[in-house]
Each structure stands twice: as C-alpha cells, then as structure tokens.
C-alpha cells in the first residue's frame, strides 16, 4: 500500500508507491510507453481497467461496455488509496502515514489516439465537461482538501499509457508547495486589493507582449516568469476560483480556447511532450476574491537538471516574448 | 544578458537565460549532446573555452595548453553573469533584476570519457581537491550568499556536452527552496538540540534497511523520504556545515566513497543518467551546529509529470530499502 513519508528535516513529503511500478526492477522503469501492447483504454477492452466511476455514453449502452466518448476509470496503479489505515509510523524519528486519497483516470476518447490535439472541438467539450463533473463530485466530499487534475503527454512527460487521458487526485492534505501558491495569492490580494491572477490577465491582454490569443471568456499568454521554454497559461477573463464552479453549457468556450493552444503548440513544438495542470482553489476555500483559477501547459523540452533539484527554481533558455511570438504565428 | 523574473504571486524565480540556447529554436533545445562535433574540454582543445580560472597541472606546463588533470574555466553560455547591472525592472508589477553570479565549469578529466564512474580513485581525488579548492575561493567573496556544486550526467539528466563535468554557480541570494532547507535544519536543531543530520546519518549506519555502505569518515544511504528511485545520499560521519572545510590531504576518503558509489549505481542501473549535488550551508553561516554538507546523486530512472509540477512532492515507485538492498549487492 502506497504511504506518504516525511523528511524529518526539511518537511517535505514523497508518496513510495512500489505498487506503481508493476515490477520493481529498474528497467522496467526505462522501459517506454507500451504501444505494442493491447490497450486498455481503447473501447472494446473496458474489463481492462476497473469497473468505471463515470463516463458519457449513449444512453442506450451500459455501464463498462462499448458506447462511451469519455471514461473515467479508478487508476489501476493507485499513488493514493481511499482506503484509510490509521497506522503512523510507528518509528519517532520518520514520520509515514497511509497514502489516503483518491486517483481516477479520465480516458478522453474511445478510439486508440495518442495526441490530444487530433481530437475534435465536441469532444474536447465532452472532455471539459467530464473535469467538471468529476472535480465537482469530489469536491463534495469534506475529506479531500485539494484536487489536482492533470495530464501527462509522452513519455518524457511521464505518460506511461499512450492512449490519450488525464489523472485526476483528491488529497487529503494541501501539499506544501500549492499552499505557498495559495499563500502568496491571499498576500496578493491583501497588498492590493485585487487578485493578482486578474491583474496579470488583464496586464497581459493589454501589452500584448507575450499574449498568444484571447477572447470575451479566456486569455492565453506565456507567463512573465516561465518556468521552461514555451510556458503557457490559460486563465479565464472572469475571476472564478474553483474549476468546478463554471457554468454547466460554458464548456465549449474553454474546449475551443484549450484545443487551439494545444494545437498552436503541437504545431510550434512538433508533437513536444507536455504536462497539462488545472490549478483550482482547495474546496474549502470555496469562491474567495484571491484564488483564479487557470490551466498550465508545460512543454518538456528541456531537462530538469542540477541546478534547478539545488534550487527548485528554474532556467528558461526561450524567453515568454519570444515562445509568444513563435506561437502567435502558427496557422491554425 | 541573463536576468531574474519574479512570478508575481508566488514570489518564486526564474533565471531567463535566452543566451543558454545557442540558437533559441525549439529544434535546437531537442538537440542531443553533440558527440560528432570537436569537443571542447579535451586536451588539446583549450582554446575553445574561455581561459582558465584555475587547474591543476603539471607545475613545467603553462595556463590553457595540454598538461592538466582538472581544469576550472568560466561557463560560455553563464545562466549567471559576474557584471551587476543595477537595472531592475521599471514595470511596476513584474520585478526583474540581472542574473548576477559566477557559473564555472569544473572538466574532470582531460581525456574524453562521458561516465565518471569510469576514472580512477587519483583521478577522483583530484576531482575533490578541485571542488574544494573552488568553492573556498568563492566563499572569501562576501556577495555570494549561496555556492552551488552540481553535476549532470546523461542528456536526460541535463547535459548537453558528455564529457565529463560539474557546474559551481555561485548566486547573490538564497534560493527560497534552499532558504526553506536550511530553516528545516534549524528548527529541527532547535526542537532537538543536535543536528538532524547526524542524527539521520546514525540511526541510518545503525538500523541498516538503508544503508549502502559506511567507513570511519562516511554513511552512504538511500533516504527515508527519498523522491526518485535509487536517491543516494553521502553524509561526513563528521559534523561540518561547509564542504568547503575539509581538511586537506583527507580528499582521498571522499573520493574514495564517492567513486564506490557512482559506480554501484552505474552499475546497478546500467550507465542511468542522474544528477549529484553536494549542499553546503551558505558561506555566512559559517561552522553553525545545524547545517551538515552532504552529496545528494539523484538516478533519472522515472520522468516527472503533473503530480510533481503540481504539487512540489514526488510519488517515488522504488521504496529506498529496495533501492539499499540492491546496491549493497553490487560487487565492485
């Protein structure tokens, strides 16, 4: 079973998920995205995976059977399990605990398709509105204190399954880093009154200097502080705090906006491997005037060395102005 | 010229460097370490790096020509450059500043090898001896607060030229997550009144599920809250804040144990690129009771995705015990 451990020093955590790797041996973690291999997430192979928690689906089909255009699956290989053991580490020095939450799989379309951007604009909405649905479902449940949805493409970026999907985890704590996010948010807005998501929207759609497109509901720019090359964000023109919270029907303005900036970077970074974040409020916090939701898309396209493991902070060798210009330009 | 971009809200940093990326097209960053092109820290090839800072060298040979066993010279792409501009950031919402630092390049052997664990224990204490050598130099220079030794080895670990070397950067501030390290070491110093390291390094040489090895000068362990597979950690069983206080003449003992090491792991995970780092409490601090040095070698084995970028924690599948009991196998 999958347990969080502590550093007794710097208070930092880890989940050990041995489970997660289904043999423990170290070439198997080299080993690549499996494609040869049958495909669990394909339609047709629904006993491959556990017994769905949601899908959309015709109505005329059942549950863990063809007629599906999204899935969402408990992920086989948890990093966190619902089932709470209340054993510590028993042990004074290091601290453990049971690895306690919930991991879904969100498998985006039936057909075998390993690059997002291919799929079209309905079922990137259908895709929109299973996040909602599941990150609202979850955040029903008072136990989970935050919510991570996000997406790994390539195996560089960590995919292990080709088959396009997101992951989906409920918490059962804030993990540090996102409460510092939080934190410097709720300063944010107490120096100035305004939340600084709104603020940097709006300063971004104005000076134009890294904004890549935007419309009446989303903004899309590289942010001023990229972390790697080509960093872009998606951040709603309206302040919402929870993901979860947008209007039922509004879905296709965000797949639209989503699909273009995945395709404008397939395009510019020739099918680069990416992470996708949602980063919404912890439930809790409910709608506040200091927490804005938005989307991050992090291109892998360079590695993650020495210097940013001594540091945690980062160097970009592609300045935002310049990936902005570059991504502007793609024909669509 | 390199500079520091503040993110607005979460106040963390980023060194924007477009100077890095020789030509800043995405294409280019793919690129892999150039092995076909002349390299440039052979022997022989002196005159393709700015001129030295420092070597050691057969004492009849001059500064730039062949002759040397190690050799320090500036980085030519610095993510850090040593000419404050006091320009800061006009733009009242985004703080900019110049990234101000040195950024050297310590080449370990004159003679092309891409895998350090392939030099010989002389090789290896001169290798010691030149870290050090630097790092002292650099801390009697009051501006750099934080000196940071690191090595990347293997493109996926984030090397761009195989021959061997490490990087010495030495920053101006306190990175926020090394901040957080060293308040971690004293809070716990605080609440125990002894060094978390040492009591780390002891119960480690002494329950031994951990341990790798160990002598009279050293324990080498896999961590308790390690955050990716086969982490491996070198602490001085000697309590000491800064490696830059070695006594000299005992370069041998690290060398010794640090070859042993990487060449368990290159072993044990067939020539895996990883990155080592050794921290070191910032030069102001001086001998303190809290910090404790120590080299930190991080395997790429796993990719980081989503769960990592979101939350600032690691899901590790290799739980260290595994990772110890594996390498304490290895025959050398």
Redesign the interface.
């Known amino acids: 079973m999958p347990e969080v451990?502590?550093?007794?020093?710097?208070?930092?955590?880890?989940?050990?998920?041995?489970e997660?790797?289904q043999r423990?041996q170290?070439?198997k973690?080299?080993a690549t995205a499996s494609h040869s291999k049958r495909c669990p997430f394909c339609a047709g192979h629904e006993a491959d995976t556990p017994p769905e928690i949601f899908s959309l689906r015709h109505t005329t089909t059942e549950a863990d059977q063809p007629g599906w255009s999204v899935r969402v699956v408990p992920n086989r290989y948890p990093?966190l399990v619902a089932a709470r053991s209340h054993r510590r580490g028993s042990n004074s020095?290091?601290e453990s605990d049971a690895a306690f939450g919930a991991h879904e799989v969100i498998i985006e379309t039936p057909k075998h398709i390993e690059n997002i951007s291919k799929l079209n604009d309905e079922q990137f909405t259908r895709v929109v509105r299973a996040y909602r649905q599941r990150m609202r479902a979850l955040s029903e449940n008072p136990t989970w204190r935050y919510l991570?949805l996000?997406?790994?493409q390539g195996?560089?970026?960590?995919?292990t399954l080709g088959h396009v999907h997101s992951?989906l985890?409920a918490?059962s704590i804030i993990?540090?880093?996102?409460a510092?996010?939080i934190a410097?948010?709720r300063k944010?807005f107490e120096r100035h009154r305004s939340c600084?998501?709104c603020?940097?929207m709006k300063?971004e759609a104005r000076e134009k200097h890294r904004l890549i497109t935007s419309d009446a509901h989303y903004a899309v720019f590289c942010?001023?502080?990229?972390?790697v090359?080509?960093e872009t964000w998606i951040v709603p023109r309206r302040h919402q705090s929870l993901f979860a919270n947008g209007a039922e029907g509004s879905e296709n303005h965000l797949a639209r906006v989503l699909r273009e900036t995945l395709r404008r970077l397939d395009r510019?970074?020739?099918h680069?491997p990416f992470?996708?974040?949602i980063?919404s409020s912890p439930p809790a916090l409910d709608e506040n005037p200091y927490y804005h939701w938005h989307i991050?898309i992090?291109p892998r396209?360079?590695?993650?060395?020495?210097?940013?493991?001594?540091?945690?902070?980062?160097?970009?060798?592609?300045?935002?102005e310049?990936a902005a210009r570059?991504l502007r330009k793609i024909a669509l």
Not at 155 to 159: E, H, Q, R, T, Y
């Open positions: 451990r502590k550093d007794p020093i710097t208070g930092s955590w880890v989940v050990s998920a041995p997660r790797a423990p170290p070439t973690i080299h990093a020095f290091y991570l996000f997406k790994n195996i560089a970026a960590g995919a992951q985890l918490l993990p540090p880093e996102t510092r996010e410097g948010a944010f600084g998501y603020a940097m300063r942010p001023y502080a990229a972390r090359p080509f510019a970074l020739k680069a992470n996708l974040i980063r991050e992090l396209l360079a590695q993650i060395g020495g210097f940013e493991w001594g540091t945690g902070c980062y160097i970009n060798v592609v300045t935002p310049d570059q």
